[in-house]
């Protein structure tokens, strides 16, 4: 069976698992409760993405982070930003084995994504993490 978004009278909307003539087993998102609600009180949000509905109960900042964050390196030098705060480009130049072309690349697609954002670091060009990248952080913890 497709997964599909539904809600119910109250607007409450779940994923649709599995359905019988009677009712349907439902998931809520954002709880992640399963249970079974009579077919007559729910109706097919088509509008709705089913994508959409299974991510509920993600935040956002945590889906940039993981949707912006390609490879392990990326994460570490997300995770150095924000643990040790704001960094030139010549300190995380020295103290990594990045090229400065995947560097750079690097810390484009991450402020891309709003995770990183430039600075001035002991008077030279920098990087630091964003509010939104310390949050997403710290919930994985």
Known sequence: MTRRTV???DGTRYLLLKRSEESSLVRNPETGER???PNEEL???DDVA????VL???PDEVISLLTA???ERALA???ELDEEGPMSVRELLSAYDFCESDLHGMVAELRAAGLVTETTVA???GYETTPQASEALASLV
């Open 7 to 9: 809600e119910d009278g």
């Open 35 to 37: 249970c079974h609600l």
């Open 43 to 45: 109706s097919v949000v």
């Open 50 to 53: 089913t994508t959409e509905t």
């Open 56 to 58: 509920t109960g993600i």
């Open 69 to 71: 964050v390609h490879e």
């Open 77 to 79: 030098l997300l995770v």
């Open 123 to 125: 008077g030279e060009r």
